[in-house]
């Protein structure tokens, strides 16, 4: 099996940051560690955790895949050099969203349906026609390898397709990228907890258990992304290709940048 990042970076604020840094990607290469992340939102991290990312890390470009309205709940704490992009990743639908904002406000959402097949038909419609995957297919692309972050409100589900495209793009296999997906259900653990005990209060437990299939990470849930993408594209180069102008030869120069 190929290797994970094992480094979850320690910051005690921050939720579900972590580097990419060495995934190998098929033909043996792995990913230049330091330069791509992924994370939820900075709105917690204190200024000495700013610091630690401006200077330690040196992380140059921040791309939220967030809402307005999730932004202005819950705006990121921004270290001096940041470079910041505000692109909404969700799909253009009135009956599914990743917005939890939104979600959290309207229990009226979740009636609908149940709960995994909310969240699958989420990930079916976020790898197409994608603002936000288009402006990171260009930060990739012509930053000369600056480091991004990329990252939503937890890190997992609009961050997840958004650093599986990325993964794709670089050479790395699938059984890889769901393993680093599914990584998002460990690392966010105590951060549910603490969400769950405060939703106890004022949630009955049909409530809740609904809330935690939504926060959880799971298998289905990326693989019906993935599958959505086969069904109309046949292959992931394809898609990447056609969906957001990723060629062999910009893929190339990708992999140049954020590959040893």
């Not at 009135?94 to 009226?108: F, G, H, P, R, Y």
Request: glycine share 4%.
């Amino acid at each position: 099996m190929s290797q994970l990042s094992t480094e979850i970076l320690a910051i005690k604020n921050g939720i579900n940051f972590r580097d990419l840094g060495g995934i190998k990607t098929q033909d043996g290469r792995k990913i230049k560690s330091g330069l791509l992340f992924r994370s939820g939102d900075f709105n917690q991290i204190t200024l000495d955790e700013q610091n630690f990312i401006a200077k330690k890390l040196d992380l140059n470009i921040v791309l939220d895949y967030r809402d307005h309205t999730e932004i202005k709940t819950r705006p990121d704490n921004l270290w001096h050099q940041a470079q910041y992009f505000n692109i909404p990743a969700n799909p253009m639908s009135d009956d599914v969203t990743a917005n939890l904002t939104k979600e959290l406000a309207n229990t009226n959402i979740l009636k609908k349906d149940f709960p995994n097949d909310f969240m699958i038909k989420l990930y079916q419609l976020l790898p197409f026609n994608n603002t936000a995957y288009q402006t990171l297919v260009e930060l990739l692309l012509n930053n000369e390898g600056k480091s991004i972050v990329q990252h939503c409100a937890i890190g997992k589900d609009r961050t997840g397709v958004g650093v599986a495209l990325t993964l794709f793009a670089l050479g790395v296999d699938e059984k890889t990228i769901m393993a680093d997906y599914l990584l998002s259900d460990k690392v966010l653990a105590n951060f549910r907890e603490k969400l769950f005990l405060h939703y106890q209060t004022h949630l009955t437990d049909e409530e809740l258990e609904k809330r935690k299939q939504i926060f959880a990470a799971k298998p289905v849930y990326l693989q019906s992304a993935l599958d959505a993408i086969k069904n109309k594209y046949q292959t992931i180069n394809n898609w990447l290709e056609n969906e957001y102008q990723l060629n062999e030869s910009k893929r190339q120069t990708i992999q140049d940048y954020y590959l040893i």
